[in-house]
């Protein structure tokens, strides 16, 4: 098609179309697929019958492991004092920021591992922001990051986010999902995130807002 194009400027504009074509393409999917793993998530949830049957079913265990052994002083943290021009910082940060600074911090994993997955596109195929192997106390599993930054969501982190929590464990049979958060998480997805607990045992930790500050400055990151 590009090819068949007359003059440069012409291509110039049709790439570009294209380009905004596929984004477009890829942020419908995106919804799609948040709508469908929701509905999923309630579904079993509220179910007992199922829930029963995938516990049996499902290879899944739970993962016992201390946050300092993965982040870099998040034991410290309790000392670190941040004040409102701070979260301001935090707020300006991207999804990328966030992720590149992570890699500073994440203990245990290869440093060219976790550069790769701070660069990595979003896609359909993606798992979590970052899912790397890890190693803990002789324990191997994946850690799985979604990271969601105050660019994307202006107010509190709604339940239906929650899909980025589920994601991981549908796709690795021993992982942790450690959420990682700028804004604080909303009531109904804490609720979510505790049933998830609960029922299937599933190792999920959660990192939010004055917290992340925290963990940030700590390390000379904010």
């Known amino acids: 098609m590009i090819a068949s194009v007359p003059n440069r400027e012409a291509k110039r504009e049709l790439m570009h179309q294209l380009a905004n074509d596929e984004a477009e393409a890829q942020q419908q999917f995106f919804k799609w697929q948040e709508f469908v793993f929701n509905l999923f998530l309630k579904e079993i ?7 029963q049957a995938l516990s049996q079913a499902s290879n899944h265990q739970s993962i016992s492991f201390d946050l300092a052994q993965i982040f870099k002083g998040y034991d410290k943290i309790a000392s670190v004092s941040v004040g409102p021009a701070e979260i301001d910082t935090l707020y300006k940060f991207s999804d990328e920021d966030i992720r590149q600074k992570l890699t500073a911090m994440i203990l245990g994993v290869d440093t060219g591992v976790l550069q790769r997955e701070a660069r ?3 896609g359909p195929s993606e798992i979590s922001d970052m899912d790397v192997p890890i190693n803990v106390q002789g324990d191997r599993f994946y850690l799985c990051i979604p990271v969601k930054s105050a660019r994307e969501i202006t107010g509190k982190v709604p339940e239906e986010k929650s899909y980025q929590i589920l994601r991981p464990f549908l796709n690795f049979d ?3 999902v450690v959420f990682i958060t700028a804004r604080s998480c909303s009531q109904n997805l804490m609720n979510t995130i505790k049933r998830m607990r609960d029922k299937f045992g599933w190792s999920i930790e959660v990192i939010e807002n004055k917290e992340l500050a925290q963990l940030l400055k700590y390390n000379n990151l904010l």
Do not use: N, P, Y
């Open 45 to 51: 949830l509220g179910d007992s019958e199922i829930v």
């Open 174 to 176: 021993r992982c942790v």
């Open 120 to 122: 990595k596109a979003h």
